[in-house]
């Protein structure tokens, strides 16, 4: 049984302390021994050697790792020394982001930093380090003091607590020490329970302490975050798919070319290790070329294009005013498919708000209150303070009574003036939950006058007049059949409704008469106070709806505000389950997934049971975004695909634990961030469209010279050069295509799915075969003219410029044609064209090292139209699938 479900006088007893005298400094010392300090635990670090040994273990970087060896055995070493530049920069910018979630940690840890408690030890009351805390100490708590560890409450006097932080619930919790009978009661309705590192907002409590550091809330939530995580993203996924394909066919082919080259040498009798001149060539020889297949089919350039890319979105998204913590969130949140949500900060704005007012008979506008005693309820019996910066209240104190002064604020009525015009109130009478009022009485000119103000029920029971048109009237029955059918309707519609009355004396009221006291009042009216929608949140979860994205409601409020809130935002339908977080605790894993795709709220969510929901998307093949401003979403934010914080109310744990930070705390900035993310998905296909198709030609190329006895077209190092050099700039520049407009019109991609679509496919193939039918052409005829000597540069000299011209082909998917945008990526046609500069370089002077003779004016033309068939034969198939698909331009 729960500490909750028992008596004061059980939990003190059980914990063997007492509430007067304490522990002794002798028994205290012994626990302290036993139990440990009131810290969390540190987490262990990684050493960086670790960190770089789990970098190189990527498939495409073991691949690049093996193929730089390669290269340096064979005596490439410029080759092989490019390889493991690419291989450093890469792992380089992977372990710079490596560890930063650990912050997250350490920002938790700090929340414990030492403060000082009121303790009872020995029979007196003492201040003591918050870490020499211990289990069954006897703690006392006031107005601003930090919670220093969880504890079960003794006394409490007018106790509000603020626990947004842990809970995600705005509203101050208001404590007692009573007995809760209910088993599994959600931690936000432990009315008798103080929690660590939440905030003391009014009241005074005495508590037992009953767990501290690791045992707390607070210090599960940070063993969550110390947890290892080793899901991969979606696109880490299938890059790592990618690679092992890759580098299974390479092997395969390459094998194959050696077994070929190493059979035909055996046929003719010339079975030897090196070679005996240029035209018999050896095993050494068949070995090298078979290398080079093998290089070539590594798209050498994707991990360093990758991380150039997603670092330079990064920084387009940051002016967007999503802040990208973790270089592959840049990408990942585009293939995102289902958002859980935090509502409190998150889809509100965290501010309790009065939206309503009833008042002298009728409803009022908000800022249009004329009524003053209902003004002066609202600044006189209360403790809270706000301040106005520009505009922004900022609150200090209960979050209901700030509500209530910013209302005055907007009927220009300063609170302040008015408390100190009435200097200090003669008698108070605090809330309590047996009450569930409170009031305030001051000295007047004539006599005194009390205010009360409280839930709706408790204060029309005690009233038997009202204020009504501007005269004080006896109330009536349908009096009060009006006022309940107005409560009724703001209470359905999730407000929270408080209800004002006051009474003047000749005499001062008395404490010890209170029942007396409140009672005859006169009934002022009504508000109703929310935490109300941001002002773009509608919107943006409209657009989450038009790009197949599917929002989820995860909050520590209660069932019936989060069930108002997802409705107004249109997101419950008929068979949408709105659950609380002890339904689905009563759920297998299996149950619990079979309805995930149904459930839209979860009320009353801790961070267990956030992990639990993001860990059963993610198996259902789910990719999630969390979204999140305080402490107890930061196991969620850390544990999903894309961890989205809030820059301005989230908490630094919840920043640290995140992916991306949003600098406006604007949920529609979500939508902008998955428009770049799907943007960067495009582009890497962009690129490994490119890629592969480079590596079809050269395959397919040497395969089929191979079998028909033509002389090998390429050297190793010409081949290195078309994949390493020639690919880079090219490739980069495709990964800087701006997004598209069409991009949130189209469903997510699914997390299992192939990064290599059969679109792709079909341009890869199509656009491959030509482009090696053209080059045996070249092998087999002398189709541009030039000498015999110039032949085999024409080949490979074509061979680059095709692949250049492809690039534009890369540039859209479908059957979009590549000329409306072809002006958009200016750098591209940049880069396109000094890589052409670069190959005629390398053409006319790098003879000695890539094997080439210069080329004339005339040839070099004729190279140039000859290739660029790859764009109109492109197009043109392009355009037969328009014609077959009825006119049709999508893609």
């Not at 009478?429 to 009031?439: I, L, V």
């Not at 080439?852 to 004729?862: A, E, R």
């Amino acid at each position: 049984m729960d500490f909750f479900q028992k008596e004061v006088e059980e939990v003190i007893s059980e914990l063997k302390s007492n509430e007067e005298t304490g522990l002794s400094a002798v028994e205290a010392e012994t626990r302290i021994q036993r139990y440990g300090k009131n810290v969390f635990t540190p987490k262990e670090k990684e050493s960086i050697f670790v960190k770089i040994i789990d970098s190189l273990k990527e498939p495409l970087i073991l691949i690049l790792l093996i193929s730089g060896l390669i290269s340096l055995a064979m005596g490439h070493i410029a080759d092989g020394l490019g390889i493991f530049v690419a291989v450093l920069i890469a792992t380089s910018i992977s372990i710079i982001q490596e560890g930063k979630s650990d912050k997250a940690f350490e920002a938790l840890s700090k929340l414990s930093e030492d403060v000082h408690v009121k303790v009872v030890r020995d029979g007196e009351i003492v201040l003591l380090s918050q870490s020499d805390l211990t289990i069954g100490d006897i703690i006392h708590l006031e107005t601003g003091d930090k919670v220093p560890a969880d504890a079960r409450i003794i006394h409490a006097s007018s106790l509000g607590i603020d626990e947004s932080m842990l809970t995600g619930e705005a509203e101050a919790s208001s404590k007692n020490s009573l007995k809760i009978e209910r088993e599994n009661c959600p931690l936000a309705e432990r009315k008798n329970m103080l929690y660590s590192g939440t905030m003391v907002i009014e009241g005074r409590a005495i508590a037992i302490v009953i767990s501290i550091g690791d045992g707390t809330e607070m210090g599960k939530i940070a063993d969550e975050l110390k947890g290892e995580l080793n899901s991969e993203t979606p696109l880490q996924q299938k890059l790592a798919d990618l690679g092992k394909r890759i580098s299974i066919i390479g092997s395969i082919v390459a094998a194959g070319i050696f077994l070929f080259e190493v059979f035909k040498m055996y046929n003719q009798g010339i079975l030897v290790f090196d070679n005996l001149g240029a035209a018999l060539p050896g095993i050494k020889d068949a070995f090298v070329t078979s290398v080079a297949l093998i290089v070539a089919a590594v798209p050498e350039g994707l991990p360093t294009m990758v991380a150039i890319t997603l670092a330079f979105n990064m920084q387009k998204m940051a002016k967007n005013n999503a802040l990208v913590r973790k270089l592959i969130a840049c990408e990942t949140i585009g293939s995102v498919n289902v958002i859980c949500s935090d509502k409190t900060g998150t889809l509100t704005e965290n501010k309790m708000t009065v939206v309503e007012v009833w008042a002298d008979g009728k409803d009022v506008p908000v800022d249009q209150l004329g009524n003053d005693e209902m003004l002066q309820n609202f600044c006189l019996n209360s403790t809270a303070d706000i301040s106005n910066k520009d505009g922004k209240y900022e609150f200090l104190g209960n979050p209901t009574e700030c509500s209530l002064l910013v209302c005055a604020d907007k009927n220009n009525i300063n609170y302040l003036h008015y408390r100190k015009e009435h200097s200090e109130p003669v008698s108070e009478y605090n809330f309590t939950s047996a009450r569930k009022m409170m009031s305030t009485a001051y000295q007047m000119e004539k006599g005194y006058r009390l205010y009360t103000k409280g839930s709706p029920e408790k204060v029309l029971s005690i009233c038997n007049r009202i204020l009504y048109n501007g005269d004080v009237i006896p109330m009536t029955q349908e009096h009060i059949n009006e006022i309940e059918a107005k409560i009724k309707k703001l209470q359905d519609n999730a407000r929270r409704v408080l209800a004002f009355a006051f009474n003047d004396f000749s005499q001062e009221p008395q404490w010890e008469d209170i029942y007396n006291v409140e009672k005859d009042l006169v009934f002022t009216g009504f508000v109703g106070i929310e935490d109300p929608l941001r002002s773009d949140v509608k919107e943006a979860i409209s657009h989450c709806r038009q790009a197949g994205i599917t929002v989820k409601i995860l909050t520590g409020d209660n069932i019936n505000t989060a069930r108002a809130i997802a409705t107004q935002l249109g997101i419950v339908k008929n068979d949408s389950l709105v659950l609380e977080v002890t339904d689905i605790d009563a759920m297998s894993d299996q149950e619990l997934k079979s309805k995930l795709p149904n459930i839209v709220v979860i009320a009353r969510s801790n961070p267990t049971a956030k992990m639990r929901v993001v860990k059963l998307l993610q198996e259902l093949n789910s990719s999630v975004v969390v979204t999140g401003d305080g402490i107890n979403d930061a196991p969620a934010l850390k544990s999903a695909d894309v961890g989205v914080a809030m820059g301005i109310a989230g908490t630094e744990v919840s920043k640290e634990a995140s992916d991306i930070v949003l600098l406006d705390d604007s949920f529609s900035t979500i939508v902008k961030a998955i428009k770049w993310g799907r943007g960067i998905y495009e582009n890497f296909q962009r690129f490994i469209q490119f890629q592969l198709t480079v590596n079809v030609v050269a395959f397919v190329t040497v395969i089929l010279a191979e079998v028909l006895g033509y002389a090998m077209p390429f050297t190793t190092l010409q081949l290195l050069w078309v994949n390493i050099i020639m690919d880079g700039p090219p490739a980069l520049t495709l990964g800087l295509e701006p997004p598209r407009e069409h991009l949130l019109e189209k469903q997510p991609i699914k997390r299992n799915a192939s990064i290599v679509t059969k679109d792709m496919l079909l341009k890869i193939v199509s656009n491959g075969l030509f482009i090696v039918a053209a080059l045996i052409m070249l092998m087999d005829t002398q189709l541009l003219g030039g000498t015999a000597a110039q032949q085999s540069t024409i080949v490979f000299t074509s061979f680059v410029l095709f692949q250049l011209w492809n690039a534009f082909n890369s540039r859209e998917f479908g059957v979009r044609s590549i000329f409306p945008n072809l002006l958009k990526n200016k750098m591209m046609v940049g880069v396109v064209f000094l890589t052409f500069l670069v190959q005629v370089l390398v053409t006319q002077f790098g003879g000695n090292v890539f094997k080439t003779v210069p080329l004339d004016l005339t040839i070099w033309f004729k190279i140039i139209g000859f290739t660029f068939s790859i764009v109109i034969f492109s197009e043109l198939l392009k355009l037969v699938m328009r014609v077959f698909q009825g006119g049709s331009n999508k893609g």
